[in-house]
């Protein structure tokens, strides 16, 4: 067998920031260890040290055609060992990277295509990318969640509403499901689905994190509300921008929830900047909620414009009842945006929320769940499929 070589937390983590939320990607993940192939002394120790940064663990051999080769979720082949191991003619296999230090050295690319390589890393530049790579191989990471962001044409349009409905009704449909709330001054998206008191981490634990977070150490450590996970605000004081989310954490937290999950919902504040931009460069497809009011559509004429400039799929869920003559279809031409819905008006939903009773979306017979429901099935084809441990 090869050399087992132990992999470390990664410096400045989200471990370290958070108390350990990021977690080994080793003891997480399903993946397994990356297989390492080099003779190269010094190419090892950096390809062990990224390893390490990766919060993994690397075998190392340096007989082609062991087991090994196939069993191992990424086999990083060094510049060194390419021309042997193309010789020996190992069977072709995806997750093959050809790691090197001279991108000038044309043989490189012909070494590459001997041994089935997908892609080719020199380093030091490519060490980012190499960390992601051994990262989620070593997580077991598949297809990325769908993430869908909702954002409030005006204030009170009630898109924090139907964000908790899109995520209380894709966990009840067996979706893993993330619901992230985006918006520090929206008053906490614990309040409304009832968790308040929840156990787990909030926004101010994780708001100057930085580097790579391991998916399934967020999940575990977010609350468990309604069989998802929730990250939200506390209701601490004092200085709001002390803890503002920095772009940084927005990006690693995101890309951690959409690693791990079927389904991430992010509830957006209508003002874009830095963080909000990261998320919605993240976001699959924006529902801009608008009342049927000339001032609504106003209104959100602004909102719609900010957005557009990262994201690309915005659409717009118009909510009734309409007023002065509006329907849902002349909202969205005045927008120029497509049509995602209407959703009715549902009597009680608000009271609901003050008196402790079901969130919204829970009850799966009343209008908001079945807008929430269809737009599952019809708007997002195979959305959120949900993903195993």
């Known amino acids: 067998m090869g050399r087992v070589w132990s992999g470390v937390l990664r410096e400045g983590s989200a471990a370290a920031c958070a108390g350990g939320v990021a977690g080994s990607v080793a003891e997480d993940g399903a993946g397994g260890r990356p297989l390492v192939v080099t003779e190269d002394e010094d190419l090892l120790d950096d390809l062990l040290r990224l390893c390490a940064a990766a919060g993994t663990q690397a075998e190392v051999s340096h007989a082609p055609g062991r087991p090994d080769w196939a069993a191992a979720p990424l086999v990083l082949v060094g510049d060194d060992s390419a021309a042997r191991l193309g010789a020996a003619g190992p069977a ?204 609504a559509v106003a209104a959100a004429h602004r909102v719609a414009d900010a957005v557009r400039m990262v994201l690309g799929d915005l659409r717009v869920v118009v909510r009734g009842p309409t007023r002065g003559g509006l329907v849902a279809g002349d909202v969205a031409e005045l927008l120029g945006l497509p049509l995602a819905g209407e959703l009715p008006a549902e009597p009680g939903l608000p009271q609901a929320a003050e008196t402790g009773g079901p969130p919204p979306g829970a009850r799966p017979r009343t209008p908001l769940s079945r807008f929430c429901t269809d737009f599952w099935t019809r708007a997002l084809p195979g959305a959120g499929q949900e993903v195993t441990a």
């Open 92 to 295: 072709r296999r995806d997750g093959v990277v050809l790691v090197g230090r001279d991108q000038d050295e044309p043989g490189v690319w012909e070494r590459a295509v001997a041994v089935g390589a997908e892609q080719v890393l020199v380093l030091p530049d490519g060490e980012t990318a190499l960390v992601d790579r051994i990262a989620d191989a070593a997580e077991g990471v598949g297809a990325q969640a769908r993430t869908v962001g909702v954002v409030g044409g005006r204030g009170g349009a009630g898109a924090s509403t139907l964000a908790c409905a899109l995520a209380v009704t894709a966990a009840r449909a067996g979706r893993r499901t993330v619901l992230v709330d985006a918006d520090p001054l929206g008053g906490g998206l614990d309040v409304l689905l009832g968790g308040e008191e929840a156990e787990g981490l909030r926004w101010p634990a994780l708001a100057t994190s930085r580097g790579r977070i391991g998916g399934a150490a967020l999940e575990e450590s977010l609350p468990r509300l309604h069989e998802l996970r929730l990250l939200s605000w506390d209701r601490g004081g004092g200085d709001p921008g002390a803890a503002a989310v920095s772009p940084e954490a927005m990006r690693s937290v995101l890309a951690a929830a959409r690693r791990r999950c079927g389904v991430v919902v992010v509830d957006l504040p209508r003002r874009v900047d830095e963080p909000v931009a990261e998320a919605l460069a993240q976001v699959d497809v924006g529902l801009l909620v608008v009342p049927a009011e000339l001032r």
